[in-house]
């Protein structure tokens, strides 16, 4: 591993974690926002290669043979992955890998990679709000937004997990936590480089 740092972003769908990173984009310095592989079908105004990578079941069961993922999961009925080449060579460069992952893909991720992970749980005060928003947004029919918050009620149990909650009511204050979390994320180094250091200052 290179020298660069980890970033998980988690939270139920329709927290506002697209929002967020979109834009505090321009104040954290240089970083790779890892594009994610899903089975899922695009949404309205979503382009392949932007949002996600688009693929069929089978292509995406072949990638997972091939070892391709770093970590992947099944939520909400579909599957979704990190694909390790892009983000090896993003921590090789130095760079801050951000993902957008659910909480599966955060414990997969801490168990390979914890000593350069910092992580942050985005949702509203309220599953109340969450609805609204997901009605809000009208990218997805009444079954799945229910789907959506069955899901959200299993995966606000595991905010334990996280070192950060952002909780995001007032947009401008989340994105300027979101700021520093992601300045933090950039100093974490990793037990490797301790060791370095260690070696150096001791010689
Ligand atoms: P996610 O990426 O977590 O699924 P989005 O970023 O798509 O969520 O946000 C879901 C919806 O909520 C969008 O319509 C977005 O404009 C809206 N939204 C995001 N943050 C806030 C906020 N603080 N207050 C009100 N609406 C918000
Ligand atoms: P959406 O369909 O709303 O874009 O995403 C649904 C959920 O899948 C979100 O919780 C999102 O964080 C998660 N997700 C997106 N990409 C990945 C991925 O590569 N791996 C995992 N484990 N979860 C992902």
Redesign the pocket.
């Known amino acids: 591993m290179g020298k660069g740092a980890i970033l998980v972003l988690s939270?139920?769908?329709?927290?506002?974690?697209?929002?967020?990173i979109h834009q505090a984009s321009r104040h954290i310095g240089s970083f790779y926002f890892s594009i994610s592989t899903t089975t899922r079908p695009p949404r309205e105004g979503e382009l392949d290669g932007r949002e996600y990578f688009f693929v069929s079941k089978e292509e995406f069961e072949k990638d997972i043979e091939k070892g391709y993922f770093l970590e992947y999961a099944k939520v909400h009925d579909n599957y979704y992955g990190t694909s390790l080449k892009p983000v090896n060579t993003a921590l090789q460069e130095g760079k801050l890998v951000i993902f957008?992952i659910d909480v599966q893909g955060h414990k997969l991720v801490r168990e390979k990679l914890d000593d350069i992970t910092t992580s942050a749980f985005?949702t509203p005060s309220s599953l109340e709000e969450l609805q609204r928003?997901?009605e809000?947004?009208s990218t997805d029919e009444e079954a799945i937004i229910k789907n959506r918050i069955e899901n959200a009620k299993e995966e606000i149990l595991m905010i334990k997990e996280y070192d950060f909650i952002i909780i995001?009511?007032?947009?401008s204050k989340?994105v300027n936590e979101f700021i520093s979390i992601a300045n933090a994320a950039r100093l974490k180094r990793s037990t490797e480089d301790k060791k370095d250091f260690l070696q150096k200052w001791l010689a």
Request: aromatic letters at 0%; a negative charge; glycine letters at 14%.
């Open positions: 939270g139920p769908s329709g927290a506002g974690k697209s929002t967020i957008d985005i928003r997901l809000e947004r995001n009511d007032d947009l989340a």
